[in-house]
């Protein structure tokens, strides 16, 4: 087994009777990766999260974690030493959210003082009151208990959190709210989170690789950029969605596949007479103004040379600052909207170095948006 991978399976089959539930599963799980497995029900996800710590039996195969064959561990400590979240919450409605909060720490015997101190931690982790730990579930919001619920399964400082769909019975704010708080707690802590979902958008979120299941099988595994760029089989485009892989065209565009290289540029030593018969010949308003290495320096336009070209003036006397500029491998996804919201007509675009590569226009960014992110109806309305 390679010493990376905190959880691995390998050749493992789950059959009842004449029943495969999932069958040949090779995976590896890497410390501090968040894994979502994702699939339709009946697919295999839950078995899979299951069989980790021991609540299910593989027909045959081998599951290790941290190099240990689960076979040969105490499904009891296992279970201690691996957090487990599950739809309906699961507190224990007659102890108090402190006592749920340490109810593994208390099976592991740990003393009362370090006990209180972790329920503390925890708890202003999910940015609850302190007070809130001598209170019982009832008298907390359902969001509020399953917070507590995310929370528990940390509290005995467990490597390995296992959740099963638990935000699938939540409001969509709720879940939003949740998502973003066990994503947080995951990068700050780097833990390792195996979650089973159904849900796409919640498996693009949080996942650093998502798993997706099909009729007992993995189909494919890949972080989520390389499931959206390319789906292995029909069954995973068909779980994506068209709107989303339209939306991942856009989310993996770079600046520099839209941009025009026939760009009109300019020296700064170059004099303003110069300047305007460029301007006349090239048919443009405004130039760029680079050195000669290339690298961009500003922008003139028809009104400053209007208002100078009867002076002895070079075109560096009249430069003006540019505050808006894409590099060419910036993502589309992170400037479209920018670039139409301040409506310019065409923004330069340059290297990691500085050095004018090109331009994005207003029109040509508009055409591929109408293509592959909005369609008309929406951009209509947004221009």
């Known amino acids: 087994m390679s010493k990376e991978a905190v959880i691995e399976f390998k050749d493992v089959n789950k059959v009842y009777g004449e029943n495969i539930a999932v069958e040949h599963i090779n995976l590896k799980i890497m410390e501090g990766e968040f894994v979502c497995l994702i699939g339709t029900s009946g697919s295999g996800k839950t078995t899979i999260l299951r069989m ?19 076979s040969e561990l105490n499904p009891v400590q296992l279970r201690r030493k691996t957090g487990y979240v599950i739809q309906n919450i699961g507190l224990m409605p007659h102890m108090t959210i402190y006592e749920n909060i340490t109810l ?40 509020q208990q399953q917070r507590i619920g995310v929370v528990r399964a940390l509290a005995a400082d467990q490597d390995i959190i296992l959740m099963d769909e638990p935000f699938g019975a939540l409001d969509p704010i709720t879940r939003e709210g949740l998502q973003d708080l066990v994503k947080s707690l995951q990068e700050k802590t780097g833990k390792t989170i195996i979650l089973v979902t159904h849900d796409m958008d919640e498996a693009l979120k949080l996942a650093t690789k998502i798993v997706v299941m099909d009729e007992g099988h993995m189909v494919q595994q890949a972080s989520p950029t390389e499931l959206l760029r390319q789906p292995a089989t029909p069954f995973v485009q068909k779980m994506i969605g068209e709107e989303r892989l339209i939306q991942a065209r856009a989310d993996v ?14 020296t700064p030593d170059r004099s ?24 961009l320096l500003g922008i003139i336009d028809i009104d400053s040379l209007n208002n100078n070209y009867r002076k002895h003036l070079v075109v560096a006397d009249i430069l003006n600052e540019i505050t808006f500029y894409l ?18 007509k065409y923004v330069p675009v340059v290297d ?26 929406d951009m209509e309305e947004t221009l």
Do not use: C
Request: proline share 4%.
């Open 327 to 344: 590099e060419e491998d910036q993502l589309l996804r992170d400037t479209a909207h920018r670039i139409l919201k301040r409506g310019l």
């Open 52 to 70: 980790i710590n021991r609540m299910l039996k593989p027909s045959n195969g081998q599951i290790f974690i941290k190099e240990e064959e689960i």
């Open 253 to 266: 565009t770079p600046v520099k596949t839209i941009m025009l290289k026939n760009h009109v540029s300019i």
């Open 104 to 143: 593994v720490p208390r099976l592991l015997k740990w003393p009362e003082e370090r006990k209180k101190a972790k329920a503390k931690e925890l708890i202003k982790l999910v940015e609850l009151p302190e007070d809130f730990l001598d209170r019982y579930p009832y008298e907390l919001s359902g969001g």
């Open 272 to 295: 303003l007479n110069d300047a305007i018969s460029l301007m006349r010949q090239k048919r443009v308003d405004s130039l760029l103004v680079t050195d000669k290495d290339n690298k």
């Open 352 to 377: 990691a170095e500085g050095h004018l590569k090109g331009i994005v226009t207003r029109s040509s960014l508009v055409d591929m948006l109408y293509d592959i992110i909005w369609g008309s109806q």
